[in-house]
Structure formats: structure tokens, C-alpha cells
């Protein structure tokens, strides 16, 4: 059984910094599409970031200069580097992954529908 479990959330100031990880028992980690999104109060899931199986990345536009994607392939592990925290980017944060043979390891959208699976959030709380 597959399973994503993420950590390192909690509460800062904005203007803070904070690392998410995401550790997961995949096999072939290597070989899939894997995204982060959050959801805030009182509002839809939304994308932040996702990694291909090839390293490369895409971001969405409220987050773009302070968030950077990475993994870690020896590990299985996903991360989130975040700078420069706002309050709206209060929220919870979930990892995701998937693997659709007919992309070869690309992520097939930046919205979060086609993901196979998700770990159980951690929370992320910005207070201005």
C-alpha cells in the first residue's frame, strides 16, 4: 500500500521560513509526478508546486519566488522550501503523487485531479 506522509509545518510570523517534507513508500519514486497543494479556510484545494521525473517544475503564481520544490530520489523523499511566508498562504499542505504510463513520469495536470495518492496533510498557520 502506498502511503505519502508529510511534516514540518506549524505556526510562524510572516516573513518566516519553513521546510516540508514528504516521505513516501512508492516504488519507482524516481518515475513519478509529484505535486504539493494546500488548502486554506474556506477555500478549494488549490496546486503549489510540482516536480517531474525529470526534475522539471512548475509553480503557481502566488508562490512563485518563494516556494522551491525539490526530491530527494535515494530517500523517496518530496520537499517545499518556503520563504517569505504571508498569511494567506495559511493552510493545509498536502503531498501527492502519480504515474500515468502514457506521460512517462510528466505530470499530466497542475490540478490535482489526476493524482493516484495523498498523504494526510500538515498544517501551515501564518500569523501577520
Known amino acids: 500500500q502506498v502511503q505519502l506522509l508529510e511534516s514540518g509545518g506549524g505556526s510562524v510570523q510572516a516573513g518566516g521560513s519553513l521546510r516540508l517534507s514528504c516521505v513516501t513508500s512508492?516504488?519507482?519514486?524516481?518515475?513519478?509526478?509529484l505535486g504539493w497543494f494546500r488548502q486554506g479556510p474556506g477555500k478549494e484545494r488549490e496546486a503549489v508546486a510540482t516536480?517531474?521525473?525529470?526534475?522539471?517544475?512548475k509553480y503557481a503564481d502566488p508562490v512563485k519566488g518563494r516556494f522551491t520544490i525539490s526530491k530527494d530520489n535515494t530517500e523517496n523523499t518530496l520537499y517545499l522550501e518556503i520563504n517569505n511566508l504571508e498569511p494567506d498562504d495559511t493552510a493545509m499542505y498536502y503531498c501527492?503523487?502519480?504515474?500515468?504510463?502514457?506521460?512517462?513520469?510528466?505530470?499530466?495536470?497542475?490540478?490535482?485531479?489526476?493524482?493516484?495518492?495523498w498523504g494526510p496533510g500538515t498544517q501551515v498557520t501564518v500569523s501577520s
Open positions: 516536480i517531474d521525473s525529470y526534475g522539471g517544475t
Open positions: 501527492a503523487a502519480e504515474y500515468n504510463v502514457l506521460y512517462g513520469g510528466r505530470c499530466v495536470s497542475f490540478s490535482g485531479g489526476t493524482f493516484d495518492y
Open positions: 512508492v516504488d519507482n519514486f524516481s518515475n513519478y509526478c
